[in-house]
């Protein structure tokens, strides 16, 4: 790669500035313009809204801009100004998307163009190599998880109380 050829993905190391002392606002705003640019970006996944598969631990998300969003599709949202999101997409009707994390019962709400990024890939704690949003692995995991909602939340409780004695 020469000196001028920036690179497709855009990880914190390769950022102009250091994301720990941005503002989440400041740093979204950063992010926006890398990918009005044709970037992807790895940001780190903070929080447990898409817990058990994906944790603030370490997780890191490859993003994209947002070209259509679908059914299931992982994305980054702005729910409120300055407050961004990464949930699963669960219901879209008109400019209105419904989203849900993994980890959660409680559907949230915003417009289309609230929708910041949409996830390509995941890079779990310990991995050297990213999950595409597109592979046979995630695609399984996703039909069965977003058909499991009405009974997520025993379940989610079950497999807490089964780490915590393992």
Not at 38 to 60: A, D, E
Not at 87 to 96: E, K
Request: proline residues 5%; glycine residues 6%.
């Amino acid at each position: 790669m020469s000196k001028d050829t920036q690179p497709s993905v855009i990880t914190p190391n390769h950022l102009p500035f250091s994301t720990q002392k941005l503002s989440a606002s400041l740093a979204m705003t950063e992010i926006r313009e890398l990918l009005k640019a044709g970037h992807s970006v790895t940001i780190p996944v903070q929080g447990k809204s898409m817990w058990p598969f994906l944790r603030g631990n370490g997780n890191k998300a490859i993003v994209s801009a947002t070209e259509d969003i679908r059914v299931g599709d992982a994305v980054v949202f702005e729910l409120s100004p300055g407050a961004f999101v990464l949930h699963r997409v669960i219901a879209l009707s008109g400019n209105d998307v419904s989203l849900c994390g993994d980890g959660n019962t409680t559907v949230e709400h915003c417009m289309r163009k609230d929708v910041v990024a949409k996830v390509k890939a995941f890079i779990r704690t310990g991995e050297k190599e990213p999950v595409f949003l597109t592979s046979r692995k995630w695609r399984a995991y996703s039909w069965i998880w977003t058909r499991l909602r009405p009974v997520r939340r025993p379940l989610i409780i079950m497999y807490r109380a089964y780490c915590k004695i393992f």
